[in-house]
């Protein structure tokens, strides 16, 4: 069958999700491609945890991280560790961080960590995938 369809459902979301992730980068004066993802985790005092993600771009060379920031409920903790940033390269790639979370100190409060996937490149495109955390 040859007739187009459009899901508006699929497409529809889609092409609004775009539209607003592109205005939230020009409001904060970012280009498309430099940018974070986001994502949240329950941790426990006096655990170690390792998150994970695969990650592509189609531009080598551009640095790429995971920064781990803990939170107690909504309030920031004012608290974080950041992964080595690494170098995009061709293909798929592996990113890790490993963490403790303390059972003293301010990481003690934290029962939540927003996990942030960052890219400092600019005019390129972002693959993120298989995004995990486990607990050691």
Same mark, same amino acid.
């Given at each position: 069958?040859?007739? +187009?369809? /459009?899901? =508006? =459902?699929?497409?529809?979301? !889609? &092409?609004?999700?775009?539209?607003?992730?592109?205005? !939230?980068?020009?409001?904060? @004066?970012?280009?498309?491609?430099?940018? &974070?993802?986001? #994502?949240? /985790?329950?941790?426990? +005092?006096?655990?170690?945890?390792?998150?994970?993600?695969?990650?592509?771009?189609?531009?080598?060379? @551009?640095?790429? $991280?995971?920064? !781990?920031?803990?939170?107690?409920? $909504?309030?920031?903790? @004012?608290?974080?560790?950041? $992964?080595? +940033?690494?170098?995009?390269?061709?293909? *798929?790639?592996? &990113?890790?961080?490993?963490? =403790?979370? +303390?059972? #003293?100190?301010?990481?003690? %409060?934290?029962?939540?960590?927003?996990?942030?996937?960052?890219?400092?490149?600019?005019?390129?495109?972002? *693959? /993120?995938? =298989? /995004?995990?955390?486990?607990? %050691?």
């Amino acid at each position: 069958c040859d007739i +187009p369809i /459009f899901h =508006d =459902d699929q497409h529809g979301t !889609a &092409i609004v999700t775009l539209a607003a992730m592109i205005n !939230a980068l020009k409001l904060v @004066n970012k280009e498309v491609g430099g940018g &974070i993802f986001v #994502k949240k /985790f329950t941790v426990y +005092p006096g655990k170690t945890y390792t998150a994970g993600v695969m990650a592509k771009q189609n531009v080598t060379g @551009n640095d790429i $991280s995971i920064t !781990a920031q803990g939170y107690a409920g $909504s309030k920031y903790l @004012n608290v974080k560790v950041r $992964s080595t +940033p690494i170098k995009s390269v061709e293909g *798929w790639q592996k &990113i890790e961080l490993t963490f =403790d979370v +303390p059972a #003293k100190g301010a990481w003690a %409060k934290c029962d939540t960590v927003q996990l942030l996937l960052g890219t400092d490149g600019t005019n390129c495109t972002t *693959w /993120f995938d =298989d /995004f995990c955390m486990t607990e %050691k």
